[in-house]
Nanobody, 121 residues
Framework: QLQLVESGGGLVQPGGSLRLSCVTS????????IGWFRQAPGKEREGVSY??????STNYADSVKGRFTISRDKNTVYLQMNSLKPEDTAVYYC????????????????WGQGTQVTVSS
């Protein structure tokens, strides 16, 4: 059974850092693209970053470029978030999609349960 489990969220002050983890199981990671998404209250789900694990290629939304870094170690995909801003506050999800999936949430078929990130002083 394909599963994705996120962790690492929490409350952090503006300018701080968090590292989110997405532990995957039940599938061969190299066959999928893994994306990170976020959804703030009253807003649409937004693509943050993705990695095509078979090639290691990555991409980022303009809003997080230079601040967030996606990486992978074995069956876990990480999202390192630095220089956090209040507008980064959201529930963060990881998801698995086919190879050509990008930053659109409807390209992904399997989702984790989400982890809350709150950036506030």
């Amino acid at each position: 059974q394909l599963q994705l489990v996120e962790s690492g969220g929490g409350l952090v002050q503006p300018g701080g850092s968090l590292r989110l983890s997405c532990v995957t199981s039940g599938f061969t990671l190299e066959q999928y693209t893994i994306g990170w998404f976020r959804q703030a209250p009253g807003k649409e789900r937004e693509g943050v970053s993705y990695t095509r694990t078979i090639t290691g290629s990555t991409n980022y939304a303009d809003s997080v470029k230079g601040r967030f870094t996606i990486s992978r170690d074995k069956n876990t995909v990480y999202l390192q978030m630095n220089s956090l801003k209040p507008e980064d506050t959201a529930v963060y999800y990881c998801a698995a999609g086919q190879y050509f999936s990008g930053l659109k949430w409807n390209e992904y078929h399997y989702w984790g349960q989400g982890t809350q990130v709150t950036v506030s002083s």
